[in-house]
């Protein structure tokens, strides 16, 4: 049973950073493409970041590039999502995803399973 969690979200004020992590189960992880996305309320789930298998590849939104870092340690079954220079903006739910895709990867569809989200606020 594939399991994914997030964590490290929260409270921040404008220009501050946050790191979350996903810690992945039941899933060969580092054979998957994982991805970032974030949702606010009464709007469709937006593409943040992914990282293909070995780390050696990385695609940002262009809302997020030079300020969000994506990092996998397949070692330990992580991906990370470094946040700096935060704005008010970036607040919504943040949800790592599995794909089994290399390509496409901002499409909601090309992932097959996700976590359940952690809280980002940015307050101004």
């Known amino acids: 049973q594939v399991q994914l969690v997030e964590s490290g979200g929260g409270l921040v004020q404008a220009g501050g950073s946050l790191r979350l992590s996903c810690a992945a189960s039941g899933l060969a992880f580092s054979s998957y493409t994982m991805g970032w996305f974030r949702q606010v309320p009464g709007k469709e789930r937006d593409f943040v970041a992914a990282?293909?298998?070995?780390?050696?590849?990385?695609y940002y939104a262009d809302s997020v590039k030079g300020r969000f870092t994506i990092s996998r340690d397949n070692a330990k079954n992580t991906v990370n999502l470094q946040m700096n220079s935060l704005k008010p903006e970036d607040t919504a739910v943040y949800y790592c995803?599995?794909?089994?895709?290399?390509?496409?990867?901002?499409?909601?569809?090309?992932?097959?399973?996700w976590g359940q989200g952690t809280q980002v606020t940015v307050s101004s």
């Open positions: 990282i293909n298998w070995n780390g050696g590849k990385t």
């Open positions: 995803a599995r794909s089994s895709f290399g390509t496409s990867l901002e499409l909601e569809r090309r992932y097959d399973y």
